[in-house]
């Protein structure tokens, strides 16, 4: 009898060392997984603002001595140096290929592959560095979201969370690279969403967001708590141009089609070109001519964008061959469409070039183009009185919906970047007709490529 109280007694004080330890490493699990978070928002967000600095350190050392009138023939030269020196870089110094930094992070989460080489935390920063500083017509999110990516997973192990986390944290720190690359906390919420197809659980969300929030704010402060685009006297919204805004989105959903069809196509003409030298000087010949004529083309496009929202629309033409210190509408309407036809072939041939960049940016400014274009042609050529600026900060979001198929990714991005929230019923409505013609198109054509098939 006692020594059947004593087995029992025995089992229960077992069992009560198994919950307690078990409690105690669920509690050091719960701790590093707080640590890892905090510390994936504060080094992502010191990570994009070191991207940011070596891109506009570079561009400002290659173009040094560029003159506002006629043509500067560096053009001509600057953005194919740059793909070469980015292909020299992936190909024997970092020995990675890093020019689709998107896919990469998908690829990755869908093989399991959590387990991100160390290096891959600052690789990206120097090949997309390059690439922009030298004039790369695209982005730097790409390749942010990348080493977002990697910290996470290298910070992970070095915390030693468990696996079952990892794939969690490699996503928060993708989102939380958005966030720091343009300084928008929900925009990188939405990334990981929208994009990478995070699972919503009531623990993630809150992760991902702490993280998205605190590398934002690490980039906002290091930065000295500057956006990439700001109004400087702005026109209210007016409700009365909801009809406008209508038209807008159905403006920016036919061209997202036009700017998807362009990059695609240039992308499958280089990938036909088996030698990769051969296809970075064809890549980057045609990039540089471009940007030669159109210099608006020229980098991430942030300045340009910046002056159409703050009615400086002459800054299209400095440093071309068309400019004469004049901007009259024709030929400012020239020129926009212009770069406009372009920038989805110069985007893809950055990045297909051999480059090391990304294509969200590039739909912010083609965004901004398309908005300033539409309100310009309305204005001229029907009396009408739209604000231009406004549309062109619509713009952007409605072409990022219809090119990446965001659109709550689309609308804040563009209304953090920029500081203002007070147009989100624009974005809304922009967003959401470019979204339903995007997709009107592509149910169109789908079973038109399956008969194909």
Request: aromatic fraction near 10%.
């Amino acid at each position: 009898m006692g020594e059947e109280k004593s087995g029992v007694i025995t089992s229960a004080v077992t069992h009560e060392d198994d919950s307690t330890e078990g409690k105690v490493k669920e509690a050091v699990s719960k701790k590093s997984l707080l640590i890892a978070i905090v510390a994936i928002g504060v080094v992502t967000g010191l990570a994009t603002f070191i991207m940011k600095e070596g891109i506009k350190w570079i561009a400002k050392l290659v173009t040094l001595g560029f003159h506002l009138e006629g043509g500067n023939y560096r053009l001509l030269g600057l953005p194919l140096i740059g793909i070469l020196l980015a292909m020299v870089l992936q190909r024997y110094v970092l020995k990675e290929d890093l020019s689709h930094g998107t896919a990469m992070i998908k690829r990755d989460l869908k093989d399991g592959a959590y387990r991100i080489p160390p290096n891959m935390m600052y690789t990206s920063i120097i090949g997309c560095s390059v690439t922009i500083g030298f004039g790369g017509s695209a982005g730097a999110e790409g390749p942010s979201a990348y080493t977002g990516a990697a910290i996470a997973s290298n910070l992970s192990r070095w915390l030693k969370i468990d696996p079952e986390w990892m794939r969690l944290l490699i996503s928060i720190g993708a989102g939380a690279g958005i966030a720091g690359i343009f300084k928008s906390p929900m925009g990188g919420v939405f990334f990981t969403l929208e994009v990478l197809g995070l699972q919503m659980t009531t623990l993630s969300v809150i992760a991902l967001c702490a993280a998205c929030l605190i590398s934002s704010c690490t980039a906002l402060a290091l930065g000295g708590f500057a956006f990439d685009m700001k109004f400087v006297d702005y026109i209210q919204f007016n409700p009365s141009n909801v009809a406008w805004m209508c038209l807008l989105g159905l403006f920016c959903g036919i061209y997202s089609i036009y700017y998807n069809s362009t990059k695609n196509a240039t992308g499958k003409y280089l990938n036909k070109i088996s030698n990769p030298w051969m296809r970075a000087l064809t890549a980057g010949i045609a990039l540089s001519v471009a940007i030669y004529f159109f210099p608006s083309l020229l980098g991430e496009g942030y300045g340009i964008v910046d002056n159409l929202i703050n009615m400086h629309p002459s800054a299209l033409l400095e440093y071309s061959p068309f400019y004469t210190g004049l901007s009259g509408a024709g030929l400012l309407m020239v020129v926009t469409l212009c770069a406009l036809l372009l920038k989805g072939a110069v985007v893809s041939s950055t990045i297909n070039g051999g480059g090391v960049a990304g294509d969200f940016a590039p739909t912010l400014f083609a965004g901004a183009l398309a908005g300033y274009l539409f309100a310009m042609m309305m204005n001229t050529w029907f009396g009408c009185t739209l604000p231009m600026e406004n549309f062109a900060l619509m713009g952007m979001a409605g072409v990022m919906t219809g090119t990446i198929k965001a659109p709550l990714m689309a609308i804040f991005i563009t209304a953090e970047m920029s500081n203002s929230y007070q147009f989100m019923s624009g974005f809304l409505i922009v967003a959401a007709f470019s979204y339903g013609v995007v997709l009107l198109w592509n149910k169109k054509i789908s079973p038109k490529l399956s008969k194909k098939s």
